[in-house]
């Protein structure tokens, strides 16, 4: 289609200064010639001063023609031609039928020129010229320029749009069908034919549009083996966990030895919890589900994670610097406090027994922000993005209280973005990691 396109447009730019040139050829000789109306005037002048030159009445022909000069603002004469060949040479007839002192009234008349030509009425003997520059009145040419700007400028212009819009819509028609297309393939409708809404179109764009739907099948049955696969991960690893978990809680009232017992079972709830984060991720990273119809109270939801905190770890202490209530819309509870609950832990677990994990809440102009700084190492500089990949774990020395999976940190993130915020981490100066969660606040309300 590009070469047929650049061959109409080649084609059509020639054509259109062929046009152009031969509608000003036209316009131009077209306005050239002095009106009949102004002709017939120039021809009364003469007849009525051939009639004088007749009567021999030099006098009135004289008064008559400064009449004619005055009332014209303009040169009149009369003039005779007689003309003597030399060196033997002789007058030729045509010549002397077509000898003229100016230029006859049907003649054309140049535009170009700025002085208005000398017109010439030749008398019935032959001899004698009625002389007179054209008036300006007369002039041939007066909306010549207004003509030019018109074919030279506008018309282009209009040709050229038309010619534009025809080529635009022809391209952007199907463009725009594979942008809706596009849309709802982010969507998730995977099912979309471009192809077929393209008509008998055979070009460059009807490539594109078979190479779209053969990409948007491709990503369909990609997205839904993973999603089956999710589906059946989720069931197949729930299941032994299940199972295990009982024959745990048979072991232990069948009086077996405890300690490896309560190992084991603190292995199956990080698995079951490796298992839950991870498929929540997987969810919010394929399904990208609306999380923001909710409207919660930030202060409440920390509360009651905090409360849980401390019940879980009850050797650390935890400080919140919260108003009495921070209303905040277009959230979701299970997501928000799903990622809080994970920072959450993830300062505690990173604090030394007996110290202090600090969690803020405060508005800053249009924007909640949670500060929740621990008293653990801190994170070298060059992992602080590290940390929020699926699966990064930072190797330590020590053996931390809770041992995650780097699973808990990567899907608070997806969580946060989920509801509209951003998530940071950076290092305190006094030692330890500070998270801090910022949330566009469609609506304050803080007593």
């Given amino acids: 289609m590009l070469w047929k396109l650049s061959v109409i447009i080649v084609a059509g730019t020639v054509l259109l200064f062929w046009l152009i040139h031969w509608l000003m050829m036209q316009t131009e000789q077209h306005m050239s010639f002095i009106d009949e109306t102004y002709q017939q005037e120039l021809l009364d002048y003469a007849r009525?001063?051939?009639?004088?030159?007749?009567?021999?009445?030099?006098?009135?022909?004289?008064?008559?023609?400064?009449q004619v000069q005055e009332q014209e603002q303009t040169w009149v004469a009369l003039a005779k031609s007689d003309i003597q060949p030399l060196a033997g040479s002789f007058l030729s007839k045509q010549f002397k039928d077509g000898f003229r002192l100016g230029r006859n009234i049907e003649w054309k008349i140049h535009?170009?020129?700025?002085?208005?030509?000398?017109?010439?009425v030749t008398f019935a003997d032959g001899n004698t010229h009625f002389l007179i520059t054209l008036p300006q009145r007369m002039r041939p040419g007066t909306y010549w320029f207004q003509a030019s700007l018109l074919l030279q400028i506008a018309l282009p212009m209009v040709l050229m749009a038309l010619l534009s819009f025809v080529i635009y819509r022809h391209v952007m028609s199907p463009l725009r069908q594979l942008e809706r297309a596009t849309h709802q393939l982010s969507d998730g409708q995977f099912d979309v034919h471009l192809r077929d809404k393209l008509g008998d179109r055979q070009d460059e764009i009807a490539v594109i549009a078979e190479t779209f739907d053969k990409m948007a099948q491709r990503i369909g049955n990609l997205i839904q083996t993973q999603r089956h696969l999710t589906s059946d991960l989720s069931h197949e690893l729930r299941t032994p966990l299940t199972r295990i978990e009982l024959a745990l809680s048979w072991a232990e009232q069948s009086g077996v030895n405890q300690q490896p017992i309560q190992r084991i079972r603190e292995d199956c709830h990080q698995m079951r919890d490796l298992v839950e984060d991870t498929l929540t991720l997987a969810w919010i990273e394929n399904e990208q589900p609306d999380l923001q119809s909710e409207e919660l109270d930030l202060s409440d939801l920390i509360d009651s994670i905090v409360d849980n905190a401390r019940f879980e770890f009850p050797e650390h202490q935890l400080v919140t610097e919260l108003p009495e209530h921070a209303q905040l819309?277009?959230?979701?509870i299970r997501a928000l406090g799903h990622a809080l609950e994970n920072i959450i832990r993830n300062a505690l677990s990173h604090t030394p027994k007996g110290g202090q994990v600090t969690i803020c809440l405060f508005k800053e102009d249009a924007h909640y922000q949670i500060q929740i700084d621990d008293q653990g190492s801190g994170v070298a500089d060059k992992h602080l993005e590290d940390i929020f990949k699926p699966f990064f774990r930072i190797a330590r020395s020590s053996q931390p209280l809770y041992q995650g999976f780097g699973v808990g940190l990567s899907l608070a993130k997806r969580q946060v973005q989920a509801v509209g915020g951003v998530l940071q981490a950076t290092n305190l100066n006094t030692g330890g990691l500070r998270m801090t969660i910022t949330l566009p606040v469609a609506s304050l309300s803080l007593c």
Avoid: C, V
């Fill in 111 to 120: 535009l170009y020129f700025k002085q208005n030509p000398i017109m010439d």
């Fill in 329 to 332: 819309r277009h959230s979701s």
């Fill in 48 to 66: 009525q001063a051939e009639t004088l030159y007749q009567r021999g009445d030099m006098a009135a022909l004289n008064t008559w023609l400064l």
